[in-house]
């Protein structure tokens, strides 16, 4: 890893906490259908998951995976609800 990318990412590491909460509040309020429980799970699930994949991970990044984990999940319906119900 470049020295450059590597202190970048240590740098944001070392403040992880607080720009997780910073992200998981503005993105609370965009979702106002979600607990802010689950807004934070789902920023810190796109943070291990950016790790996991090996990409540099930083606060754009996170936001992006997190807002689309949440609009995806805003849109869904459960699968009772896309069909009319049987004719009985």
């Given at each position: 890893m470049?020295?450059?990318?590597?202190?970048?990412?240590?740098a944001?590491?070392?403040h992880?906490?607080?720009?997780?909460?910073?992200?998981?509040?503005?993105?609370?309020?965009?979702?106002m259908?979600?607990?802010?429980?689950?807004?934070?799970?789902?920023?810190s699930?796109?943070?291990?998951?950016?790790?996991?994949?090996?990409?540099?991970?930083?606060?754009?990044?996170?936001?992006r995976?997190?807002?689309?984990?949440l609009?995806?999940?805003?849109?869904?319906?459960?699968?009772?609800?896309?069909?009319?119900p049987?004719?009985?």
């Amino acid at each position: 890893m470049l020295p450059a990318v590597a202190g970048r990412q240590a740098a944001v590491a070392g403040h992880q906490p607080e720009v997780r909460q910073t992200i998981a509040q503005r993105l609370t309020v965009e979702f106002m259908g979600f607990s802010p429980e689950t807004v934070a799970r789902c920023v810190s699930d796109a943070w291990a998951c950016a790790r996991h994949l090996g990409l540099e991970v930083t606060p754009p990044l996170v936001e992006r995976f997190a807002r689309e984990r949440l609009t995806a999940m805003a849109k869904s319906e459960p699968p009772s609800g896309r069909f009319p119900p049987p004719k009985r």
